[in-house]
């Protein structure tokens, strides 16, 4: 019998197939998450919508971690074309794309705050650091959008519970900027694995606020090295 996480998502049962799985993958349960992501395209019936286009995007990053890229790829092109906005940063994210400009470029005009980071870590490397500048001031802004809104809010007066909610919407559509002030409010509650597999979950992706966020987790507790390495990569942009 699998004992039943109690900083998941209370309200994961009733949401379905989508959100059991990211929970699962965020646990590292892959096998289970990728099951139950399939079910949730199967349901869409290959519709073109909000479930279809989520579940390919998570589809694709758990693809990714496991070496898939192929079939990573071919999620990533799904969940963008479906109209996830966080779902062409992943898809510039896998190794060896001569194309990866151009899906960050993609992503960062759809208001994902990652894509613009990696975008201006693609600018930073050829030089053109007044472009990379402008991109970085854009996530900037749209972070403070989110730190000012309704969840930030909820999270501020108390309303721990209801900011969860707010933050878990966005977050499980694949907005790092949601997944990592997910993770803060878990480290706020003591609850240490998941703040870590959120604010990971948005690191990788590459959100540069959450690896720094992730950085400072790490020290706090002890783990010298991965807070070393997680603030030398926020540092260098990814």
Do not use: C
Not at 97 to 120: C, V
Not at 145 to 172: C, N, P, Q
Not at 197 to 205: C, I, S, T, Y
């Amino acid at each position: 019998t699998t004992e039943a996480n109690p900083d998941a998502d209370p309200d994961a049962r009733d949401a379905g197939d989508l959100v059991a799985g990211l929970e699962l993958a965020l646990e590292g349960r892959a096998g289970e998450a990728e099951e139950r992501l399939r079910r949730a395209l199967a349901a869409a019936d290959g519709k073109p919508g909000t479930e279809f286009g989520d579940a390919s995007r998570h589809l694709a990053v758990l693809l990714a971690a496991d070496g898939r890229t192929g079939e990573a790829l071919r999620f990533a092109e799904q969940g963008a074309t479906a109209g996830n906005p966080y779902a062409s940063n992943i898809a510039g994210l896998l190794p060896e794309r001569s194309d990866s400009e151009a899906w960050f470029q993609r992503g960062a005009e759809a208001g994902d705050t990652a894509a613009m980071d990696n975008l201006a870590h693609i600018f930073e490397k050829r030089g053109d650091a007044a472009g990379a500048r402008r991109l970085r001031e854009r996530a900037t802004r749209a972070r403070t959008e989110v730190a000012r809104g309704e969840g930030a809010l909820l999270r501020a007066s108390g309303k721990g519970d209801d900011a969860e909610r707010w933050f878990r919407r966005t977050a499980h559509r694949g907005d790092t900027d949601a997944m990592a002030m997910l993770g803060l409010l878990f480290k706020e509650r003591g609850s240490v694995p998941a703040a870590e597999r959120w604010l990971r979950a948005a690191a990788e992706a590459g959100n540069s606020s959450a690896m720094s966020d992730l950085a400072v987790l790490y020290k706090q507790t002890g783990r010298l090295d991965e807070a070393e390495r997680w603030y030398r990569r926020g540092v260098a942009g990814g």
